[in-house]
């Protein structure tokens, strides 16, 4: 996707969890849109294959959670773990890895994924349609910058895993960070 492009307007079937209800099962339908995601706010959005997979659970929204509050210092507001999954997978993935500062969204049906071009079929391995790994830096709802791994492909046989890390995101707002202190210091 290129740089300067508004996300899609999606919305999000999420479940919250709501004591008033009582009982052993106390969550909710809520549904959340692109706007209540990105409207306003400068955010790291993320984007990978599936919830309990290994290099995604391993690696990937674990480096994220970690480096969470090195991004809040480099101006970024939230950081979004996506996913073609529901919400009930979505919630127990998060649960599971104690995901508590990353903001985990459920694109269930793909609609997000499949809008931002990033639909993929993963038949191969019995997953149907996924997400490419991809993430971006989305300001206000536009994209500031991308971050794709490379050789997005229906069934990919491999799974490349870099360009979209924390780590590699981190490195691009610093070097931004400094460009734009140098920019604007004293001549
Ligand atoms: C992984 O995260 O390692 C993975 C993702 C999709 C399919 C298989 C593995």
Redesign the pocket.
């Known amino acids: 996707m290129p740089v300067k492009k508004k996300i899609p307007f999606v919305a999000f079937h999420t479940r919250v969890r709501d004591e008033t209800i009582g009982g052993p099962n106390p969550y909710r339908w809520e549904v959340k849109t692109t706007e209540d995601y990105f409207s306003g706010k400068r955010v790291v959005l993320f984007s990978?294959?599936?919830a309990f997979?290994?290099?995604?659970?391993?690696?990937?929204l674990p480096d994220f959670e970690k480096l969470y509050d090195e991004f809040r210092k480099q101006g970024i507001e939230s950081v979004y773990c996506l996913s073609v999954n529901d919400a009930f997978v979505m919630n127990a993935w998060g649960k599971a890895l104690g995901v508590e500062k990353v903001k985990l969204i459920p694109d269930g049906s793909g609609e997000f994924t499949r809008k931002m071009g990033m639909l993929v079929a993963?038949d191969n391995?019995g997953?149907g349609m996924?997400s490419w790994?991809y993430a971006a830096v989305v300001n206000d709802g536009v994209v500031e910058r991308w971050f794709e791994e490379g050789g997005l492909l229906d069934n990919c046989e491999s799974?490349p895993?870099g360009v979209s890390s924390p780590q590699n995101i981190l490195e691009t707002l610093r070097t931004l960070d400094t460009a734009t202190a140098s920019s604007n210091g004293p001549d």
């Open positions: 990978l294959p599936g997979t290994p290099t995604c659970s391993t690696r990937q993963k391995l997953f996924r790994r799974d895993y």
